[in-house]
DNA sequence: ACATTATTGTGAATTTTGGAACAAAAAAGT
DNA sequence: ACTTTTTTGTTCCAAAATTCACAATAATGT
């Protein structure tokens, strides 16, 4: 019912709806906001009223409410604290991204097994991995993201879910194990990037 | 039928195949292989079955066989030179990325319009936009990767598709839009951790 | 040789997801 | 006031994806 892919679509609404209210709009129809996500419209109205979130029926939704309702059901009430493990390439992208300060979404520190790592990257201050424990309860945080080398993910893993992180983003290519009370979601980049040439391939060749 | 799943499934069978061919092992069954990548045993078989891989009705797959046909479906005969559009804190960290070139794709070059950026990064010459379109009809390359602030993203692609790029991946938080004959797949991070958050919640609420 | 066992390959059943359609409601017009 | 128009909310339908289940068959054991 409520799926990772609906909660997926409801992140990319309020994305758009932040676009359409800088342009001055205040009320929406599902037919436009389906347009500029590229879903349909029933597929909006369905969304939203799977979680609650109604409209008017002439006139559509207007933008502040829906934005407050997706930023509830997305926890935007409160500033979400999450730390990254793993300061390297990737990691420190993420550290410098600006995009998760937008959303209210706050690095609050990074960890690091390479003492040369435990510096400062942008706004983040990286420190031992042996700190992460301590520092994860003392701040009570939930949520972590994975960017350490494929053999090191799954005991950093372990590490992580000892200290009572219950969600991670994990950018490590490899399946990890967690008890079910941890959610885990992975960003495999190489699958990604050979569906792009796989089906581009297959669009050339149907078109010969 | 051969959709976006079951060809990104077969690039995570491959990958962990990888893996069990490395442990020695030379047969895997499918219940052994859907354990590793987290699927049931018959997904694996259709999937296989869908691409007209078949093993044997005892002693399952020939890990080389298998690795042989996925290759082959994948594309992998061949180096998939691939190009990345901007280098700044993800694009430079996808520059530096060995999982690339262990499949196969080598990114082959950079382009920045800030000509700051048009340096070396790891392995990779970064060159000025300007040079892109030259480059890509010179080079015949049809994969792109896209990684530019968001306002820059569809006039970018544009610039690509025009060049002649028929696959892109892209890291833009926005909707983009190209020629049927050109495929995008979107990589969105905030979304993702978005999903983890409230999952998160989600399972600590239930428990409660 | 024959029986037994393991495991695939696939058609059928089921579940999940998305889309079409339309009655109900609210606004706007007259 | 009431008619028309617009747009939601929801039900019903279709398509897609996944799992089940089992006959077909290849290896192994006796
Ligand atoms: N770089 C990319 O663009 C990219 C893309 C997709 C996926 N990934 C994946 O992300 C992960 C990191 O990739 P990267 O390119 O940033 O690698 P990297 O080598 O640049 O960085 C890895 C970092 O992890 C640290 N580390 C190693 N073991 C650790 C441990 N036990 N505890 C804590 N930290 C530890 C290292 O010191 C290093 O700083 C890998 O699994 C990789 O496959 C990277
Ligand atoms: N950094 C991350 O971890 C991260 C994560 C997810 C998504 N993204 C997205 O990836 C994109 C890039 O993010 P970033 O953090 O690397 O930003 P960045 O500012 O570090 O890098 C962007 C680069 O693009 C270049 N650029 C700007 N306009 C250009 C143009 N017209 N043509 C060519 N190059 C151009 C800039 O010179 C810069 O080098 C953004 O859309 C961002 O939302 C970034």
């Known amino acids: 019912m409520k799926n990772r892919k609906s909660v997926i679509r409801l992140s990319r609404y ?16 599902s037919n436009d906001l389906a347009y500029a996500v590229g879903v349909t419209a029933s597929q909006v109205r369905k969304d939203f ?8 029926r002439r006139g559509g939704y207007k933008i502040d409410e829906l934005i407050a309702w997706l930023n509830k059901i997305l926890r935007k009430d409160e500033v979400q604290k999450v730390i990254i493990v793993g300061a390297g390439n990737i990691g420190s992208a993420l550290m410098q991204y600006s995009g998760f300060a937008k959303e209210g979404i706050q690095i609050i520190a990074g960890f690091d097994i390479d003492p040369l ?3 400062r990257v942008g706004a983040v201050s990286i420190y031992p991995l042996e700190k992460l424990n301590a520092f994860v309860r003392d701040n009570g945080i939930g949520i972590g993201i994975l960017a350490v080398p494929e053999n090191a993910a799954q005991p950093v893993l372990d590490i992580m ?22 959610v885990i979601n992975s960003v495999n980049l190489v699958p990604e990037l050979e569906n792009v040439i796989y089906f581009s391939n297959a669009v050339r060749e149907k078109s010969e």
């Open 49 to 56: 009223s799977l979680f609650g979130i109604s409209g008017n």
């Open 161 to 182: 879910v000892g200290a009572g992180i219950k969600g991670v983003l994990n950018f490590a290519p490899i399946r990890l194990r967690a008890p079910e009370e941890c």
């Open 117 to 119: 790592k435990c510096r």
């Open 14 to 29: 309020k994305n758009e709806l932040h676009r359409f209210k800088t342009q001055g709009a205040v009320r929406i129809v």
